[in-house]
């Protein structure tokens, strides 16, 4: 059983690595579909960006309208996920039904903190020219290194404030996601005082990023909230704990995709077009 294991796991490297080369080296349009759909079917993780959004073009995003940028950590990544299941895949597919030539683009990367966000924000945001921007960080700024959060609660604070700045240009539209919950079980290997802590912790971000949202008049969407309403919320995420399932990456999709509705913003962009 365990040489069966490793010969599936050596066999989704191998794709990987093809998948990651081929991007790099060609530009024909086939090749590139070709590796788009096995990359697709990848469902363990990587670093960086998701290999469907490194063989984006960007001499023709103009071709796509409106185009939406995710942009995050491992819940925008889709962590553990196949690309389809990622929350801005199934979002795509929700708004696809009014605009036939929507592109929303993944731009999640795995343990990324809002530091990272404000490091990557021109080459994976801006250059993407967005009519829309939903960002989603946190969860690894509040996450608990020996007995503090990864990025201070005030320096999260600021670089929040400083990337919203960045994105307050044209008619940009933004919308903020809180925090996903986590169960009582994350972090994993760790006894229940230190798990308490982490949850009373990731609590206080989720409290300033709504209060940020807030200060700069930004749509505001509460996923602990969303999740907490339903019958078991445990339900929702996978079993490490702390990133959504399936299920739970299609309530944040339809979420996001209700808030673009009830603003008007999808009536908004069909009048452009």
């Not at 010969?7 to 590139?32: D, E, Q």
């Not at 990359?39 to 073009?57: C, M, Q």
């Not at 929507?102 to 490091?119: E, H, L, Q, R, W």
Request: proline share 4%; aromatic share 10%.
């Amino acid at each position: 059983m365990k040489r069966c294991k490793s010969i599936i796991v050596l066999k989704y490297v191998a794709i990987f690595l093809f998948c990651i080369l081929a991007t790099s080296i060609c530009s024909c349009s086939n090749v590139l579909e070709k590796t788009e759909k096995l990359a697709s079917n990848i469902p363990f993780n990587y670093p960086g960006l998701r290999i469907e959004t490194r063989s984006i073009n960007l001499k023709q995003m103009d071709l796509f309208s409106p185009r939406i940028v995710c942009f995050g950590d491992s819940v925008t990544f889709g962590w553990n996920m196949k690309y389809e299941y990622s929350y801005p895949s199934q979002l795509e597919k929700l708004l696809v039904k009014d605009f036939s030539q929507i592109k929303v683009i993944n731009s999640g990367i795995g343990g990324n903190t809002i530091m990272d966000a404000n490091k990557r924000l021109d080459k994976d945001v801006i250059n993407f020219k967005p009519d829309a921007v939903i960002i989603n960080f946190g969860l690894n700024d509040g996450m608990i290194s020996g007995s503090v959060p990864n990025i201070d609660i005030k320096d999260f604070e600021n670089y929040y404030n400083d990337l919203i700045k960045k994105l307050q240009f044209g008619d940009l539209k933004i919308i903020i996601l809180g925090i996903n919950p986590v169960t009582g079980l994350f972090p994993e290997n760790e006894n229940e005082n230190y798990r308490k802590k982490q949850r009373e912790i990731y609590e206080i971000y989720n409290e300033k990023i709504l209060e940020i949202a807030k200060n700069n008049n930004l749509e505001y969407i509460n996923l602990g909230e969303a999740f907490n309403k339903e019958a078991d919320p445990q339900e929702y995420i996978q079993v490490d704990g702390i990133h959504p399932n399936k299920k739970g990456l299609s309530l944040i999709a339809e979420l996001v995709y209700e808030k673009i509705k009830n603003k008007g913003w999808a009536d908004a962009w069909l009048n452009n077009d």
